[in-house]
């Protein structure tokens, strides 16, 4: 595989941008396809190039205002602002972040203004009337519905000198949005493919693996665990990047509703799950509460490269989260765990054992559990938490250890309290 440093140098050579970009993706800098559809396996580098690409035209054509979307706005800092924050940091690009209206904006090598605005479409409002939008990003198309992408789609209508053009980079789960597959993809083996007029919409096929990836360390590391996989349905999804639909799903039935009250006296307990990460394992918190044995799941924060005490911080200055409550973690990083307590966090950890894991699953297929509105990354767990199946198709009867962060935490924080529910009905 090749990876080009494409660089876009002007009138002095300190005003240039380099942009690492792989072979792959290279030819789609200039891509002006109304709809770039990024498809394909898990660390591929889909959701990066999206951006360089939106770099690289702020800095070539400038005046732009690029809208980044997402199904659950609170989802976008530990996401694509931190993308764009490191992006600019790395082309020495100097940029204001507000944190408020969740823009950034700056300048580039001519003093032309531009700005990335980040929403969520929970709030389809203030994306139905943002003015002056001149493209889009929707990360994670497959969590959002037809309608959402419809109202984002319907903000790109100004007639502007350049090209409009709407990206979609996804993971090919066809459980989760099928409509997307009947819009954008006229064949079932996804390829990439040029030209395609699905439905009226002039659109662009890029699809891409772990090995277009042009970071080496994550496309080493993401191999080996992709490669690892041994359910042949998320081989397809996630190794292969092609369309697949997961079956044996652990908690077919968990809901997503409303939380019943912000009273803490309502419940009879409330605490904290979570789940260790770094480079591509997310770490993950969950908060859950607890009447009688009905459970509620809210997710809190899920989050690439976070160090302990970056989860140590962000629990002590997020208004959100009692740092001072009791946090159940992997009981398998002992020293992670004793690192949060010297940070101030009362983290404790999970009970492990040889079966814990199918006995902390056996004991929730027995609880009423319910999603709370709000956990996007949550929701996306529960739909691929499955039993894995062998090279057959047989089952093994064990869960697919992939993807499974926010499931973890859950699990390690309700199994691990579970004498206190023991007691209640005794």
């Known amino acids: ?23 792959s993706f290279y030819p789609l800098l200039d891509n002006q396809y109304r709809y770039l559809l990024l498809v394909g396996g898990k660390g591929s580098g889909k959701s990066e190039f999206a951006a360089r690409k939106m770099l690289y035209r702020c800095w070539v054509e400038g005046n732009h205002s690029f809208m980044v979307v997402r199904k659950v706005r609170n989802t976008l800092y530990g996401t694509a602002i931190k ?10 690009i100097h940029y204001q972040y507000n944190e408020m209206k969740r823009r950034i904006s700056f300048l580039n090598y001519n003093g032309q203004y531009n700005e990335i605005i980040f929403e969520g479409l929970d709030d389809p409002g203030k994306i139905e009337s943002a003015k002056g939008i001149t493209g889009f990003h929707i990360e994670e198309a497959t969590d959002i519905s037809e309608h959402d992408f419809t109202i984002s789609d319907l903000c790109l209508r100004e007639e502007l000198a350049i090209y409009t053009q709407t990206m979609l980079s996804f993971n090919p789960e066809l459980v989760q949005a099928e409509w997307l597959k009947d819009l954008f993809f006229p064949h079932e083996q996804i390829k990439t493919e040029e030209g395609n007029t699905v439905n009226g919409r002039p659109s ?7 090995s277009d990836n042009p970071i080496k360390k994550i496309r080493d590391t993401y191999r080996v665990t992709l490669e690892g996989l041994r359910d042949p349905t998320l081989r397809k999804i996630c190794l292969e990047g092609q369309w697949a639909a997961p079956k044996g799903l652990i908690f077919p039935d968990w809901d997503v509703v409303e939380l019943p009250s912000t009273r803490r006296s309502y419940y009879d307990d409330v605490w904290y799950g979570g789940d260790f990460g770094f480079s591509i394992d997310q770490a993950a918190l969950l908060r859950i509460y607890r009447k009688s044995n009905h459970y509620w799941l809210k997710e809190l924060f899920y989050e690439l490269d976070m160090t302990n005490r970056d989860i140590a911080n962000r629990m002590k200055r997020d208004l959100k989260i009692s740092y001072d409550e009791e946090s159940i973690w992997d009981s398998a990083e002992p020293k992670s765990i004793v690192e949060l307590r010297d940070y101030g966090v009362n983290a404790s950890p999970s009970e492990k054992g040889p079966d814990s894991v199918k ?13 709370v509105k709000g956990s996007p990354n949550l929701e996306k767990e529960r739909k691929t938490y499955k039993i894995e199946e062998d090279r057959n198709g ?4 064990k ?3 992939f993807n499974n962060h926010l499931m973890s935490a859950a699990r390690y924080g309700i199994y691990t309290k579970r004498k206190h529910v023991t007691q209640v009905f005794v």
């Open 1 to 23: 595989m090749t990876f080009l440093l494409v660089l876009c140098g002007f009138i002095m050579s300190e005003d240039k941008l380099d942009i690492l970009v792989s072979n």
């Open 359 to 371: 006995a902390g699953i056996k004991f929730m297929k027995e609880c009423h559990i319910h999603i």
């Open 204 to 210: 662009y096929i890029h699809h891409s693996t772990v």
């Open 83 to 92: 993308t764009w924050m490191a992006l600019l940091r790395e082309q020495k």
């Open 394 to 397: 047989k089952p093994t009867g």
């Open 399 to 401: 869960p697919v250890e």
